[in-house]
């Protein structure tokens, strides 16, 4: 077992800005591990940063650590069962209400029930209700974590925007060597600052974002659309959301989310609706593939097959939104996308100049594995004077989050 030092804890425990995290809500569930006694320590630092924590444990962990220390180190009860009814509120509910959700030590066990949307115990419960950021530290022995599928189930909550903070390596519980010991508490109150400090980055920013393929009728039952799935556009509308921004998806769907959603089926309706919020927020993101052609004339009936063995519709120009909002020159900041299939970076150079927005982010829509309607992408952000940023391929997730970070920094 590993020993820290007592000078060590103390050592930790003074070296904390008193109101670091004043008035933050932290919640902390311990699974069965024997690095559970560690939290203990945890729940110090962020008492001694002004935070209220509150502490969540699955029945296991209380083999390892007991209700009595984590209630009189927290100074709030510790919750343990999803019977136990104390308030009106359901209690994975109620605790949901906190700022972030730090799962530690979390174990084999619980990351895949998490990673599978199993809720068989309050933690869990908590857990899949929880919309704020939670952290998963795990810990366990080395063959446990090297097993296959629990590097699956970590790739899956990675994917989903779980944050994880690995393990160590380094001599462990059951008397071997490797990797799966836990981070040490002031390694786990960093990251958990940091994501806090990141969540708030956009705070006080009101962000428009435009998602999916626009759909232009032909007539009651047909249309002409593409393949946008709408899943960047949502990725950096979730992200946007978390990082404290008030977002507005402006999608040609209705989309789920803790953020206004306008439908918007066609282009001219995304024109209007975009333009009518213009100056009301600090920028807009144009994830949306437009169609660049409408119909001349929508038939109000179905059009009849007739003897002829072609057809001729005729098309007409839509509004350039992205171009007709940058050349107003409102202090809102405009990023334009940049769906191409061949010579990317020079097309984007050309079109960044032509549309006039501040950014661009460009990908190559004729890989299969990026772009178009799949979970991942790699971009190059290219800025008005031409400089040219690559995010390598990663979900769409994380390349949303990068986007923001770089247009924001
Ligand atoms: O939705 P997914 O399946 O997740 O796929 C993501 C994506 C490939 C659709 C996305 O990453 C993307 O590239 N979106 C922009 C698609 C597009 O229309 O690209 P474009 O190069 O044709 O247009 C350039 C920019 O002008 C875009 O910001 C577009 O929104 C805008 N535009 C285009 C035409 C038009 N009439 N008005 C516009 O505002």
Redesign the pocket.
Known sequence: MLYLKPEFVTSILLSYNDTMLKGKNILIGITGGIAAYKICTLIRLYKKSGANVRVVVTPNALNFVTKLTLQSLSQNEVFSDCFEINDYKPEHIALTESDIFIIAPASANTIGKLANGICDNLLLSTACAFKKPILIVPAMNTNMWENPFVQDNLEKLKNCGFHILEPDSGFLACGTNGTGRMREPDEIYDKSVEILTKNNFLSGKKILI?????KEKIDPVRYIT??????????LARNAQQMGAEVTLVSTFNADGDFENIVTPT?QE??TT?KSKLNEVDCV????????FRVKEYSSQKIKKTSSDTMTLELV?????????SDLKTNTKI??????SENLIE?AKE?IKA?G?DF????D?SRKD?????DE?E?YILDKALNIKKLDKDT?NNIAKRILEEIFE
């Open positions: 435009t998602a999916g393929g626009t593409n393949a946008s799935s709408g899943k960047m556009g949502i990725a282009a995304m024109e975009v993101i144009m994830a949306a593939a437009v169609s660049d120009k839509n509004p350039d939104i992205l171009k007709e909002i990023i334009g996308f940049c769906a191409e097309n079109k549309k927005c661009l982010i460009a990908n829509i990026i772009g178009f309607n799949s992408n971009v769409k």
